[in-house]
Structures are given as C-alpha cells and as structure tokens.
C-alpha cells in the first residue's frame, strides 16, 4: 500500500512555487502578493491564518493579514476587499471563515473580485470549473487532485465515488475527476446504499466528517483512497476513512493527519501564483 504523503507532496509542491517566484520575479520585477482578512480571535481560524502566512513568506510571495474584532461592520469589511481589489500589488484575496453571524458569508464572497479569488468560493469560478474553464479551484480539493493524479497519471475512465456534496470540498472535487473524465457519482446523506457505491470505486474522496465511516469491506481492492475529514476524538484526529482496515485493500490511501491537511495550504499558495499569472497576461 502507499502511504500517500501529504507533508512531502506540499512541500514538493512549495518548493516549486518558490523557484517559480523568483522566476517571476525576475520577469515582471515583483512577486505575487497574497491579502488574507482574519475577523475575530477564534483559535483554529488564527492558527490557520498564520500557517498561511508562515507558508507564503516561506515561497517568496508577498503577504499581508488584515485583523479586525469580531463586532466589525460587515461594510467596513466589503469596502477593505473593494480597496484590495484594486491594489494592483494584491494578487490573492481570502476572507478566512466561519465569519460572524452578523456578516453576510455569500455578499463577503461576491465582493471579492473572481480574479483574486484564491479560495475559489465566488459563483463565476463555481461555474467556469463546472464549465471547464480556467479557474480558481477550492483548495482542498485541489490539492486531492494533484496527489490523486501523482498515484495515477491517467484517470480516464476511472470510477470516482465522491462522499459529501459540500461546496467546500464534494463538488469541486466531483468538478475535478469529471474533468479528468473519470465517471463520477457523488454521494451524501441521503445516499441509500454507501457502501454498494464506494465498492464501486476506483477512487474514493471521502469528505464528510463522520470518523472512520468508510469501512474497510467499503473498498475494492486496489482502489484510491483520499481523506479530507478531520475529526477529533478521544483517540485524537481521526479521518473520514477506517484507516486501519482501509489499509489492508487500497493501493494508496492518504493518513489523517499528514496527509490532505498540508496540501491544502500548498494550493493556496498554488491559486496564488496562478492569479498573479493570469494578471500579468
Ligand atoms: P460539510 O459538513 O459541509 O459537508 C458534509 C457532507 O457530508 C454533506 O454533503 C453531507 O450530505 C455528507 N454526509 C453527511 N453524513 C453523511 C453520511 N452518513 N453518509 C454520506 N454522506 C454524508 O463538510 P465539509 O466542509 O465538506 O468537510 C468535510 C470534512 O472535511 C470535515 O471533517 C472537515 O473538517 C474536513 N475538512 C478538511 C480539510 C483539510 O484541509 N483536510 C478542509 C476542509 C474540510
């Protein structure tokens, strides 16, 4: 079985952005820049925040986090992104949520213009990486994608069982492996026979947030197996996917923790870059 490794795929992957940085650099004398609007003290969203940051400044982008207190005025917030929006030094925007109940998730997401979108969260990227055109892709399942794609090049074909249908993670993903003309069913709470489904599968992104509820029985053998759920326990974090059985059919299977988890914050950076590249056109 391979153990997929997500800390060595993103930090493949950084390496690579890093040395197109300073290509870029070099190119257009200036290097991407990446703004992220943190609103409130919530622990986990502080963590995440400056491990964005720790990250950019480690490939040579150009980052910035803007804090306000959780009692901001949501027009105080929608004209900061109106002003990001038109700093020409500002490639990536990201609003990093949950937000506070008084700001308005969708109106904070269709502020932010599509071309600075690196959550890939505004409708018009929904639609063009639902139409195949170029877009910012979510960054979880970006990064699914990529370390999917390292296991197996040519995914033609393939049938792909998505678990989850969040906008999050499930549809852009099923996006994803459609792309890649893979046969696709998407899967959810109401699904009647999960198990029937991912037995199926060439490939299952189980992204969900129940622990280990895919089973081992749940998996042909040989199948690719990529976890996004996060889930703390008494037995600390556990994934979506019963890793201990899982382990014993997949031909690869990623860990929790360690494995989607870091690249994650990889294709931030990723969506980064490619925003300031399509800029530059
Ligand atoms: P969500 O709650 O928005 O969506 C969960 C989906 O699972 C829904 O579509 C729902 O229909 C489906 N679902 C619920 N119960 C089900 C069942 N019994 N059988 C089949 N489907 C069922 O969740 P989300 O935001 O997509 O996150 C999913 C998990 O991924 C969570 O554990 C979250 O913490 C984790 N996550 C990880 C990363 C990462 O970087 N690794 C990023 C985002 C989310």
């Not at 490794?5 to 290509?23: I, M, P």
Request: hydrophobic share 40%.
């Amino acid at each position: 079985m391979i153990l997929i490794d997500g800390k060595k795929a993103a930090a493949e992957l950084r390496e690579e952005l890093k040395q197109e940085v300073a290509e870029l650099k070099i190119k257009y004398n200036k290097v991407p820049g990446l703004t992220v609007i943190l609103i409130g003290d919530m622990a986990p969203s502080q963590i995440y925040v400056r491990n964005k940051e720790k990250s950019a400044n480690e490939v040579g982008l150009k980052s910035e986090v803007i804090k306000y207190p959780d009692t901001v005025e949501e027009k105080t917030v929608l004209e900061k992104i109106e002003e990001l929006n038109n700093d020409e030094s500002v490639s990536g925007i990201l609003v990093q949520l949950p937000l506070p109940k008084h700001i308005d998730k969708q109106k904070v997401i269709e502020t932010i213009a599509p071309s600075k979108d690196v959550d890939g969260f505004h409708p018009m990227n929904v639609g063009n990486l639902s139409s195949g055109y170029e877009s910012s892709v979510p960054c979880t399942p970006l990064g699914c994608y990529l370390m999917i794609k390292k296991i197996e090049p040519n995914l033609s074909g393939k049938k792909a069982v998505v678990v989850g249908r969040s906008n999050l993670n499930g549809k852009p993903m099923t996006q994803l492996l459609l792309k890649e003309n893979c046969t696709v069913t998407i899967t959810h709470s109401r699904t009647k026979d999960l198990k029937a489904e991912c037995l199926e599968a060439d490939i299952i992104v189980a992204a969900v947030g129940i622990p280990e509820l895919v089973k081992g029985d749940w998996v042909k053998k040989d199948a690719i197996v990529i976890d996004v759920g996060i889930n703390k326990t008494e037995n600390g974090l556990v994934g979506d996917v019963a890793f201990d059985e899982v382990s014993k059919v997949a031909k690869a299977l990623t860990p929790v923790p360690g494995g989607v988890g870091p690249m994650t914050i990889a294709c931030l950076l990723k969506n980064t870059v490619e925003c300031f590249k399509r800029s530059q056109i």
